[in-house]
Each structure stands twice: as C-alpha cells, then as structure tokens.
C-alpha cells in the first residue's frame, strides 16, 4: 500500500517540519460564505432521528437570498454615488466657486480641474485643490 504524503512541507536539518505560520484575518461582517458555511454545518451535525425542519431550511435559504441581494444594492448605490460625485466636480470647470476647508480657511476661486484619484474627487482652485464636499457655492460663468 502506498502512502501519500498530506503536505509537502520543507524540513529543518534536525528532521522536523517547518510549520509555515499562516496569519488569517478575522472576518468582521457575515457574508454569504460565512452564512453557506454554517448551514452546511448545520447539516451535517444535524439529528438523524430528528432532522430539520425543510420549513427552516426554506426560510433560512430566502434570507440568504436577501442578505445578497441587499448587499449587492449597497454595492451599486455606493457606485451611483461615487458617479454622481464625479459628475457634479465636472460640471464645476469654469464656475466660480466658493470653499471652505476643514481648518475654517474659506475662499473664493474659478474651477479650473477636477481630479478623481481620491475617494472624494477634488477641484483645482488656482493652486489649491479642494475637496468636493468643502464647495459652499457656485456662481455660474458671466453671459458674453
């Protein structure tokens, strides 16, 4: 019979394995993984003489359906939001606009760009870029 090893580890020169120190981070929220895993679990410790309930299997399978389906609209509303914010800073190039920054310094200036590399998109006054949620006001471009 041939045995088959279960991990190839390396091995130290006094004939131990080296244990490979695997750090995992804890999960902070319940997810669809966690939520499969604990029914699985559930299952398979379950009485055979008292089996569960196919009712609470049932309602235990919709509000798995739900959690990610909730999860997914969050997901897409914080993407509409991040789009919403980026639309609204281009829209500011050229307006004038008044700031105030979070140190109560305020100031008034024309738009000039926009950068999007942060995760609220900033708008190039002069040489000043200012944070899009500290725009008080805008003043739309003078008719010629």
Same mark, same amino acid.
């Given at each position: 019979?041939? #045995?088959?090893?279960?991990?190839?580890?390396?091995?130290?020169?006094?004939?131990?394995?080296?244990?490979?120190?695997?750090?995992?981070?804890?999960?902070?929220?319940?997810?669809?993984?966690?939520?499969?895993?604990?029914?699985?679990?559930?299952?398979?410790?379950?009485?055979?003489?008292?089996?569960?309930?196919?009712?609470?299997?049932?309602?235990?399978? #919709?509000?798995?359906?739900?959690?990610?389906?909730?999860?997914?609209?969050?997901?897409?509303?914080?993407?509409?939001?991040?789009?919403?914010?980026?639309?609204?800073?281009?829209? /500011?190039?050229?307006?004038?606009?008044?700031?105030?920054?979070?140190?109560?310094?305020?100031?008034?200036?024309?738009?000039?760009?926009?950068?999007?590399?942060?995760?609220?998109?900033?708008?190039?006054?002069?040489? /000043?870029?200012?944070?899009?949620?500290?725009?008080?006001?805008?003043?739309?471009?003078?008719?010629?």
């Amino acid at each position: 019979m041939t #045995i088959q090893p279960i991990a190839s580890q390396p091995v130290t020169a006094a004939g131990t394995a080296a244990q490979a120190s695997a750090v995992r981070a804890p999960v902070q929220t319940m997810d669809a993984n966690v939520f499969m895993s604990l029914l699985v679990a559930q299952l398979k410790n379950q009485n055979p003489s008292a089996p569960m309930d196919t009712n609470q299997m049932m309602s235990q399978t #919709i509000q798995l359906s739900m959690m990610e389906k909730t999860t997914e609209m969050a997901t897409n509303s914080k993407e509409a939001f991040s789009l919403q914010m980026r639309s609204a800073a281009a829209q /500011l190039v050229g307006h004038t606009v008044d700031y105030t920054l979070s140190d109560g310094t305020t100031g008034t200036g024309v738009a000039g760009s926009v950068s999007y590399a942060g995760a609220v998109p900033t708008v190039k006054i002069g040489d /000043l870029s200012v944070p899009l949620d500290s725009i008080t006001g805008l003043t739309a471009p003078a008719a010629s």
